[in-house]
């Protein structure tokens, strides 16, 4: 039975995170042969895990010297030590150091030092690893050192667990006595002789393997790939059916690029791809894309010219042959393979995109072999990418920089330069022959390794990637980055990556405790959407499928607003905030398009890139029936987008409360956006209403509709908002709106037109015997069927459903649910009632074509209290990507990739849905609706700069506001409400089984 109470390692520091013994050996030697005692490296063998004190007894043996004498030898071999370690640096800790710690750290574990050195914290400090541990207990910490157990149970102590809660890992014989005598599991590092009696033993810090000492959580997702932890996607069957799919699910990434989760011997074929954001490009004279760049982490084994790899169009079933995971919490794609044959018993490797430095990927092989076999391996940048719409470089020059190697090309439209740079150290082999190949833009460095005696061959690759729109020469940094990288060694750089996800996971993590699976499903949507947006910079988009390939063009779509933002908007402000300027920044390209199309005012593209100019095609889909174009005006119907932005922005200062983003960039965006909507309705004489006509909802498979009531809505809260802040910054701040005035245009004039046309804005009422709200006028006329009835109808799978001749075009059948989407983004407008109604009418009729329409059933069915409907609805919705159960070809176009949306929407059913957060202009409302297996949901929210942490639990709830808030937080928690001044924390009773009755 798997042990779930909270659990830590204690590390020992000296020979299990970094090989100090030498530096102590050269120490005691220089001292020894000062004062002219015999000692030798047998005899430093038996000062390991000792203190410095008995140490020095040991080596003095039967002389006896005086107590100042004592204590000046001591200094003297301190003052030694400490010399030799201002040469020490991140590169000095051990292999697999700093991968065991956040492994650990990743499975709930707490981590901390137990080491006998009182200069165990300078250590940390210098190998750059003091940040990822919770306590350091050393030898300053007690007086008893090993192997009295003292210093463990400090240790325990100082995390607040149980001995029998710890794991020690360990190299010394005294430190495993000291292990076991605290009651704690003793593992131990090193030979049988020295750490045999520990309950576990490995060779190396390396090879330890916590899943054999506290075995993991396991479940398979359906028939997907294995769930662990609440942090790891295990895929152990590798189907070439799904390369593309996993491939994509296994995306790391950091905002900036994102490298698809292949194999290093892979190449384009198997869709081998590093897509770099702010590269649009377009190759072909219709699609502008990012660009998929050289791949500076391949990498190839052979042995007498036979190739040791994964086959990547064969079918490999058997987990013991290979296994490929994704690390969620950090970001690492890890591989193990086990050949059938061949010399090598075993290839590991990993990789990750630095989240410290975003321009660089790492990636580590261990290669597991005979002492003294001969092996090739070849390594370099493959300038042969897979990219979806054409070469999108005009020229490509590889280039030898002594130990680097690079690629500098220039893209096909635009001629922006890029530079792609490798480095490669190789440890636990001899090299005895170099060679440098290149053909066919690819630039390889063969080596002919040896084996060394460890059985160990251990190769740390980095790649760097910069544009021209990053730095004015980007080949120069490539290298210089790429090369201080490689110095760094990779257990620094993965430290600091580490160190940067833990910073992100701390606002953003959803923990959700008594369901592992809805824990990990959630947590790879929140990741995926972490690292499809660009936190370091304001004038770039999340892409709708991210960094994960070239589909949907890298580019924003209304999915931005919408989905992605909510969850940074209420964990990390400032990331949101930056999103937002970027469609400031992209205000002309919008003014553009209305211009274009005859509008006034701001109407924003529904592909936008980094210039705001449309990037969506008129003829996007393929009749794969006939072959013919079908001409979608998702370019130029599709106008909620502007709306939808707007709305955003209202959330967004209710959220934050920051009024200078609304001042200086969020009051130019509503206003060109009313200006756009006035010039867009239509006055109707009949009625003396405006109306919204040929129009495309989120619904696309109905297009060239009027009234749609998602669309008229949007406008309706779009235009009200626009009054509201003209009208504010008239009596509040003139000098801004004077500034307006003469920068764009906007008078008082359209002030009063925007009024006019808010107060005659048509309404779609629900009908009023059924409650219905009907999606568009004449949706009701259509024919009412159901999507099973259409798949019959189907003459090719991949047929386009919606507009003009699809299967769907003439019925009530949806791709997503408009009207259920308007409940998400407007709760306040209609009763529980009309709600339901809607819900039960629309879903049956729903297709569920988009990635986005269960997860906003979901939220909807959470806060309806319909809490089982509402978890299915989660769970199908959130693993999309998981299962790949998707079509990635409707209509003959390629959009696979990674739904960012969805990602970003599994936040908001979470913690918008079953965690009941809504948030007022005055208060937070908190109203969770549990499902009844989850014991407990825990996250944070930022709330106009205070911290506010949720803890809802089956019987109560329990908030806490930080102590560097602000000011107080004032929450309604099922109608009752409680004030929280910063640090403090209450806790209300609730009985969720009544509220979801009630």
């Given at each position: 039975m798997t042990d779930h109470r909270q659990h830590a390692v204690i590390f020992d520091l000296d020979g299990v995170l970094t090989d100090t013994a030498e530096f102590h050996y050269l120490a005691w030697q220089q001292l020894a042969d000062a004062e002219g005692l015999p000692f030798d490296r047998e005899a430093n063998e038996q000062l390991r895990g000792v203190s410095r004190r008995d140490s020095l007894l040991l080596l003095l043996g039967d002389r006896e010297v005086d107590q100042d004498h004592f204590d000046d030898m001591m200094e003297r071999k301190n003052e030694l030590y400490l010399t030799s370690l201002e040469r020490m640096g991140p590169q000095d800790a051990l292999p697999g150091a700093v991968a065991l710690v956040i492994d650990a750290k990743r499975r709930g574990m707490k981590v901390a030092i137990g080491s006998s050195s009182k200069n165990a914290p300078f250590v940390l400090d210098r190998l750059g690893l003091t940040g990822l541990f919770d306590a350091i207990a050393d030898g300053n910490s007690v007086q008893d050192a090993k192997p009295a157990p003292d210093l463990f149970l400090a240790a325990a102590q100082m995390l607040d667990l149980a001995p029998d809660a710890c794991i020690v890992i360990e190299d010394a014989e005294s430190g495993v006595d000291a292990a076991l005598a605290?009651?704690?599991?003793?593992?131990?590092?090193?030979?049988?002789?020295?750490?045999?009696?520990?309950?576990?033993?490995?060779?190396?810090?390396?090879?330890?393997d916590l899943a054999r000492i506290l075995p993991c959580d396991e479940a398979r997702l359906e028939q997907g790939p294995v769930l662990s932890d609440g942090w790891v996607v295990v895929d152990d069957h590798h189907d070439p059916g799904q390369i593309v799919n996993v491939a994509t699910s296994h995306l790391t990434g950091n905002g900036y690029l994102g490298y698809r989760g292949t194999l290093p011997e892979w190449g384009r074929d198997a869709t081998v791809g590093c897509t770099v954001s702010d590269t649009w490009d377009n190759a072909d004279g219709k699609w502008s894309e990012l660009c998929n760049?050289?791949?500076?982490?391949?990498?190839?084994?052979?042995?007498?010219?036979?190739?040791?790899?994964?086959?990547?169009?064969?079918?490999?079933s058997d987990r013991d042959l290979l296994e490929r995971r994704l690390d969620i919490r950090y970001g690492r794609q890890h591989r193990r393979y086990a050949p059938s044959q061949g010399p090598i018993r075993q290839l590991v490797d990993e990789r990750f995109a630095s989240m410290d430095e975003r321009h660089l990927l790492a990636q580590r092989q261990r290669v597991f072999a005979a002492p003294g076999d001969r092996l090739t391996f070849t390594s370099g940048i493959d300038g042969q990418v897979w990219s979806l719409n054409g070469d999108h470089f005009a020229f490509v020059e590889p280039q030898i920089h002594d130990d680097a190697l690079a690629m500098r090309m220039n893209t096909t439209e635009r001629g922006l330069p890029i530079a792609v740079a490798q480095v490669v150290r190789i440890r636990g082999g001899q090299v005895h022959a170099e060679r440098v190949i290149e053909d066919e833009r690819q630039l390889l460095r063969v080596m002919d390794v040896e084996v060394g005696d460890d059985g160990v061959v251990i190769v740390d690759q980095v790649m760097t990637v910069y544009s021209g729109n990053d730095v004015e020469?980007?080949?120069?940094?490539?290298?210089?980055?790429?090369?201080?990288?490689?110095?760094?060694?990779?257990?620094?750089?993965?430290?600091?990556?580490?160190?940067?996800?833990?910073?992100?996971?701390?606002?953003?993590?959803?923990?959700?405790?008594?369901?592992?699976?809805?824990?990990?499903?959630?947590?790879?949507?929140?990741?995926?959407?972490?690292?499809?947006?660009?936190?370091?910079?304001?004038?770039?988009?999340?892409?709708?499928?991210?960094?994960?390939?070239?589909?949907?063009?890298?580019?924003?779509?209304?999915?931005?607003e919408v989905f992605n933002l909510p969850m940074w908007v209420h964990t990390v402000p400032e990331i949101a905030r930056n999103v937002m300027i970027y469609r400031y920044r992209t205000l002309d390209g919008a003014r553009r398009k209305a211009e274009r199309l005859g509008y006034a005012g701001a109407f924003y593209a529904w592909i936008s890139g980094d210039t705001g100019d449309e990037l969506c095609p008129d003829f996007f889909f393929v009749d794969v029936l006939t072959g013919r174009p079908i001409r979608n005006h998702f370019n130029d119907w599709q106008i909620h987008i502007s709306p939808d932005i707007v709305c955003t922005i209202d959330g967004y200062v209710r959220v934050t409360g920051d009024h200078d983003f609304v001042a200086g960039h969020g009051a130019e965006i509503v206003f060109e956006v009313a200006r756009f909507l006035a010039s867009f309705v239509y006055y109707r004489p009949a009625d003396g209403l405006y109306h919204l006509i040929r129009l495309l909802g989120p619904d696309e498979y109905h297009e060239n509709v009027d009234d749609n009531v998602f669309t008229v809505e949007q406008t309706r809260v779009a235009?009200?908002?626009?009054?509201?802040?003209?009208?504010?910054?008239?009596?509040?701040?003139?000098?801004?709106?004077?500034?307006?005035?003469?920068?764009?245009?906007?008078?008082?004039?359209?002030?009063?037109?925007?009024?006019?046309?808010?107060?005659?804005?048509?309404?779609?009422?629900?009908?009023?015997e059924t409650n219905i709200i009907e999606q568009f006028v004449g949706y009701f006329d259509h024919e009412d069927t159901t999507p099973d009835a259409l798949k019959t109808r189907l003459q090719d799978p991949n047929e386009y459903w919606g507009w003009p001749n699809g299967v769907a075009h003439h019925?009530?059948?949806?791709?997503?649910?408009?009207?259920?989407?308007?409940?998400?983004?407007?709760?306040?407008?209609?009763?529980?009632?009309?709600?339901?109604?809607?819900?039960?009418?629309?879903?049956?009729?729903?297709?569920?074509?988009?990635?986005?329409?269960?997860?906003?059933?979901?939220l909807v069915a959470a806060r309806l209290g319909r809490v089982r409907e509402a978890y299915d609805l989660f769970i199908k919705g959130s693993t999309v990507d998981l299962l790949a159960d998707h079509n990635p070809m409707p209509g003959g176009t390629f959009i696979g990739g990674i739904h960012t949306a969805a990602c970003g929407a599994a936040w908001q059913v979470a913690v918008?849905?079953?965690?009941?957060?809504?948030?007022?202009?005055?208060?937070?409302?908190?109203?969770?609706?549990?499902?009844?297996?989850?014991?407990?949901?825990?996250?944070?929210?930022?709330?106009?700069?205070c911290w506010l942490r949720v803890h809802a639990r089956q019987d109560e709830i329990e908030l806490?506001?930080?102590?560097?808030?602000?000011?107080?937080?004032?929450?309604?928690?099922?109608?009752?409400s409680t004030t929280i001044e910063p640090g403090d924390t209450a806790t209300t009773p609730v009985d969720l089984a009544t509220e979801l009755a009630r």
């Open positions: 605290a009651g704690m599991t003793a593992v131990g590092i090193g030979p049988k002789a020295r750490v045999g009696h520990a309950h576990h033993r490995f060779l190396t810090t390396a090879d330890v760049v050289p791949n500076g982490l391949f990498a190839t084994w052979e042995h007498l010219g036979q190739p040791i790899a994964v086959p990547a169009h064969e079918v490999t020469y980007p080949l120069r940094e490539s290298l210089a980055v790429a090369r201080a990288a490689i110095d760094d060694g990779y257990e620094s750089l993965l430290a600091r990556h580490a160190l940067a996800w833990d910073a992100l996971w701390e606002r953003v993590d959803v923990q959700i405790t008594g369901d592992q699976l809805a824990q990990t499903v959630l947590r790879y949507n929140l990741y995926h959407n972490i690292i499809a947006t660009p936190m370091h910079a304001d004038h770039l988009p999340i892409g709708a499928r991210g960094l994960s390939c070239q589909a949907y063009q890298g580019a924003a779509f209304w999915d931005q235009l009200a908002e626009a009054i509201t802040l003209y009208g504010d910054l008239q009596g509040n701040d003139e000098n801004r709106l004077n500034e307006l005035r003469e920068t764009i245009g906007v008078s008082d004039e359209e002030y009063e037109a925007w009024k006019e046309i808010h107060g005659s804005l048509v309404t779609i009422e629900p009908h009023p019925t009530q059948v949806i791709k997503q649910p408009d009207v259920v989407q308007l409940f998400v983004n407007q709760p306040e407008l209609f009763g529980r009632d009309i709600i339901e109604a809607n819900f039960d009418y629309y879903l049956q009729r729903t297709q569920h074509g988009s990635s986005l329409s269960r997860p906003m059933y979901g918008l849905g079953f965690g009941g957060v809504h948030v007022r202009d005055d208060h937070v409302e908190v109203d969770p609706r549990l499902p009844e297996q989850w014991e407990e949901l825990a996250f944070g929210l930022s709330i106009r700069g806490a506001v930080d102590a560097s808030s602000p000011g107080p937080v004032t929450v309604l928690v099922h109608g009752r």
